[in-house]
């Protein structure tokens, strides 16, 4: 496993930032991390990352221990915080020459140049990092996150504060390094997750209350929603007699929305309209957004 979280507990005073946490993280995979404000995405990122240390449990990363073994953690992560710490008085290409001082890269010139090249930094690279604009600084923060080229890559909301452009440009480029490193990312844009992450893990109050594949999470939920659209009005008291019909909303004119219990209460609504004189023009089975989902699993 890239990353290997087993009944992890953080507790500062009498706050229970994370209680007894416990996931996967496979190599190769995208994982959106969800939760809401103050939920404990960050303190889980800085425990796998070795800033904090757990109050109890175990985390690995490619099996090394985040407290046994940091060094070792460290040489195979790399992390871009939710606010990113860069020089401003620094040129790109010295910026990314010194940290690949840090992590003492042999050839730090070509390593640099490649990450220049990577990341779209090409036109920008002999700016000071002060002038460059959120979506060029993140840019920046990504190649010093894997100048080292480490396997796992830990990005603390990564696409926050930036315009609709560069999001694209940034969500392109995670989903490219993707193909080549494990790379788990928080984040409160949903249609972000669905758009790259393979699967989805969310926090709630410091416990795990969603960890699946995210196509899987979507489709979870046993209730099934269709829109219908009648040629007549129909009064709802009606529509709510269906047989498997749990609730049903009025959208516009004779369009209803019904949260069905199965698929097979679609022949129970054809056989009311035709009981009732009625026609059906249009009904449509609609997937459950991930934001909907969220909102069910966080509130």
Same mark, same amino acid.
């Given at each position: 496993?890239?990353?290997?979280?087993?009944?992890?507990?953080?507790?500062?005073?009498r706050q229970r930032a994370l209680d007894d946490v416990s996931f996967v993280v496979e190599p190769g995979n995208i994982v959106g991390f969800?939760?809401?404000?103050?939920?404990?995405?960050?303190?889980?990122?800085?425990?796998?990352?070795?800033?904090?240390?757990?109050?109890?449990?175990?985390?690995?990363?490619?099996?090394?221990?985040?407290?046994?073994?940091?060094?070792?953690?460290?040489?195979?992560?790399?992390?871009?915080?939710?606010?990113?710490?860069?020089?401003?008085?620094?040129?790109?290409?010295?910026?990314?020459?010194?940290?690949?001082?840090?992590?003492?890269?042999?050839?730090?010139?070509?390593?640099?140049?490649?990450?220049?090249?990577?990341?779209? &930094?090409? %036109? $920008?690279?002999? *700016?000071? !990092?002060?002038?460059?604009?959120?979506?060029?600084?993140?840019? +920046?923060?990504?190649?010093?996150?894997?100048?080292?080229?480490?396997?796992?890559?830990?990005?603390?909301?990564?696409?926050?504060?930036?315009?609709?452009?560069?999001?694209?440009?940034?969500?392109?480029?995670?989903?490219?390094?993707?193909?080549?490193?494990?790379?788990?990312?928080?984040?409160?844009?949903?249609?972000?997750?669905?758009?790259?992450?393979?699967?989805?893990?969310?926090?709630?109050?410091?416990?795990?209350?969603?960890?699946?594949?995210?196509?899987?999470?979507?489709?979870?939920?046993?209730?099934?929603? &269709?829109? %219908? $659209?009648?040629? *007549?009005? !129909?009064?709802?008291?009606?529509?709510?007699?269906?047989?498997? +019909?749990?609730?049903?909303?009025?959208?516009?004119?004779?369009?209803?929305?019904?949260?069905?219990?199965?698929?097979?209460?679609r022949n129970n609504i054809f056989q009311f309209a035709v009981n009732h004189g009625l026609m059906v023009l249009t009904m449509q089975k609609?997937?459950?957004?991930?934001?909907?989902?969220?909102?069910?699993?966080?509130?």
């Amino acid at each position: 496993m890239s990353i290997e979280v087993k009944n992890v507990t953080k507790i500062y005073g009498r706050q229970r930032a994370l209680d007894d946490v416990s996931f996967v993280v496979e190599p190769g995979n995208i994982v959106g991390f969800l939760g809401p404000n103050g939920a404990g995405k960050s303190t889980m990122m800085k425990i796998i990352t070795c800033f904090i240390p757990q109050t109890s449990g175990e985390v690995k990363v490619c099996g090394f221990d985040v407290v046994d073994q940091p060094i070792d953690v460290k040489r195979q992560v790399g992390y871009l915080p939710e606010h990113n710490p860069l020089y401003l008085d620094m040129y790109v290409k010295e910026y990314l020459d010194f940290i690949g001082g840090v992590y003492k890269i042999s050839d730090r010139k070509n390593r640099v140049k490649e990450m220049i090249d990577m990341v779209g &930094l090409g %036109v $920008e690279q002999n *700016k000071k !990092i002060g002038a460059l604009s959120k979506g060029y600084r993140q840019r +920046v923060g990504l190649a010093q996150a894997m100048i080292h080229d480490p396997k796992v890559l830990i990005l603390d909301e990564p696409t926050t504060g930036l315009d609709p452009n560069q999001l694209e440009e940034i969500r392109e480029l995670i989903k490219q390094i993707g193909k080549e490193k494990t790379i788990m990312l928080s984040t409160h844009i949903m249609q972000e997750v669905e758009a790259i992450c393979d699967k989805t893990i969310i926090i709630n109050k410091g416990k795990i209350v969603a960890d699946n594949n995210t196509q899987a999470l979507r489709q979870q939920d046993s209730n099934l929603v &269709l829109t %219908v $659209e009648f040629d *007549k009005t !129909i009064d709802q008291k009606q529509l709510l007699t269906i047989e498997g +019909v749990i609730q049903v909303k009025h959208k516009s004119d004779n369009n209803w929305v019904f949260e069905v219990a199965n698929d097979a209460v679609r022949n129970n609504i054809f056989q009311f309209a035709v009981n009732h004189g009625l026609m059906v023009l249009t009904m449509q089975k609609e997937t459950k957004s991930l934001e909907q989902i969220f909102k069910k699993l966080t509130t």
